[in-house]
């Protein structure tokens, strides 16, 4: 099967990688030691950290008194990007401990059904860690708080290179800025946990964060990155290979363009196969064998946003959004698939607006293309305002599942089922088969 050969290809990863900060995606290099002796911050630290460095009240009462407060950082705020210090990307290193092993008392939070770690706890993580990082490069030894708000733009690809996260073994994150541009930094994760006193890969992440004015209401520059050593240089290029790669899948979506050719020829035979062969109309369709109609396949949900899942901005923590839209994706998944699914990978989650406190969530995953035992999930995040009765799109995610048995042919009928069908197929594509990312050598063709 090809999700058990990309598992065991990528588990074989070498253990160098338990003290890397920065990688090309899956680890194609063994990037330099940048450590330098730095102690690991515990994950509870995190978010103490991040509002010491914004300087906002921990009470939901006073956020409105600390916000305001933030308006007259505006001075502080460089005019350019060439009156900021250059850093490296040592400067930006952090390691973060999750110590499920030595402090059994964190596991039920982070512990699922199955005895294993939940994933949509490790996205939380992941979406702090990036903010923080970020403040890291950016920070400015002369002044107390911040004047920036860094927010999650973008989480371009998670990679699981483990089947199971176990609950009861220390894990470990990596995390350094391994591209910067004006406004914008590219940050990349890994995450390891311990077994038999050797730290192994679970998974890479890249994520994409945008600095903005203390308001966050307009961009901000961000201190420029200088590369030391081909290592980190290839490391840079690779990032701008990124931006250029994400701005080519933009401009190529279907919401802009037609499909292909190959794609048409892929709708057309679907449509062909579902064409009733004892009538002759365009109207009369048959499901074929083993296959499930796409309007049969999804499931929706409903968040009320309150208080408690504020991020440091008194908006909706992405992190929170990111965990409530993978678990629906599961469930949409495992009620497809009719067994357990294990994530493998996560694609292009666009943060496109963000959620405010009070907002109502809807939530509404589908299925949206199979081949054999994967499953691809779309889950379509938008926001209700009661008081205009309007509907805003807030976000859209992309999960990749494996199924333990091989699952059901999902079936397009309409027009924009079918556009549907495309665009997770080329996700799929994108994720799984390394045509996102050539330089994967971990990709199966």
């Given at each position: 099967m090809l999700a058990w050969m990309r598992w065991c290809?990528?588990?074989?990863?070498?253990?160098?990688?338990?003290?890397?900060?920065?990688?090309m995606t899956s680890g194609s290099h063994s990037p330099p030691d940048m450590s330098e002796g730095q102690l690991p911050i515990h994950v509870n630290n995190v978010r103490n950290k991040l509002r010491a460095i914004v300087g906002v009240s921990t009470n939901w009462s006073d956020h409105l008194q600390a916000m305001n407060e933030r308006k007259a950082l505006h001075t502080l705020l460089a005019k350019s990007q060439a009156d900021l210090p250059p850093r490296r990307m040592k400067d930006s290193y952090i390691e973060v401990i999750l110590p499920l092993g030595s402090q059994p008392e964190l596991r039920e939070k982070y512990l699922n059904v199955h005895n294993s770690v939940r994933f949509g706890r490790i996205l939380e993580d992941l979406d702090s860690l990036g903010v923080l990082i970020c403040y890291t490069h950016t920070k400015n030894e002369a002044v107390q708080r911040s004047p920036l708000s860094i927010v999650t733009a973008l989480v371009d690809k998670i990679d699981l290179c483990k089947k199971v996260i176990y609950p009861d073994s220390d894990i470990k994150f990596t995390v350094n800025v391994s591209w910067v541009g004006k406004t914008s930094m590219e940050v990349k994760m890994h995450m390891l946990q311990l077994h038999d006193g050797v730290y192994s890969r679970v998974l890479d992440a890249t994520f994409v964060m945008v600095a903005r004015d203390p308001e966050n209401k307009r961009p901000a520059f961000v201190n420029p990155i200088i590369p030391e050593g081909p290592e980190e240089e290839q490391i840079f290029k690779h990032g701008q290979l990124n931006k250029m790669r994400r701005v080519d899948f933009s401009t190529a979506s279907l919401l802009k363009m037609a499909p292909t050719a190959e794609e048409r020829t892929i709708i057309h035979d679907i449509f062909l196969n579902t064409l009733d062969t004892r009538t002759v109309s365009f109207r009369s369709r048959v499901l074929p064998p083993s296959s499930v109609w796409m309007e049969d396949a999804k499931l929706k949900g409903l968040e009320i946003c309150h208080p408690q899942e504020r991020n440091i901005f008194n908006r909706i923590f992405g992190g929170f959004l990111m965990r409530k839209a993978y678990e629906l994706g599961w469930a949409t998944a495992c009620s497809y698939g009719g067994s357990r699914p294990y994530v493998v990978a996560v694609d292009d989650i666009m943060f496109q607006r963000p959620v405010e406190i009070g907002s109502l969530l809807l939530l509404s995953a589908q299925v949206c293309y199979t081949e054999k035992y994967y499953i691809q999930v779309r889950v379509h995040s938008e926001v209700y305002d009661s008081n205009t009765r309007e509907h805003n799109t807030t976000n859209v995610f992309h999960f990749s599942f494996m199924s333990?048995?091989?699952?059901?042919?999902?079936?397009p009928k309409t027009y924009g089922e079918s556009m549907l069908y495309l665009d997770g197929k080329r996700h799929f594509d994108a994720t799984l088969k390394g045509t996102k990312d050539a330089q994967n050598p971990n990709a199966i063709p």
């Open positions: 290809t990528l588990s074989k990863s070498p253990p160098a990688l338990a003290r890397a900060l920065t990688s333990e048995s091989e699952v059901p042919q999902i079936v």
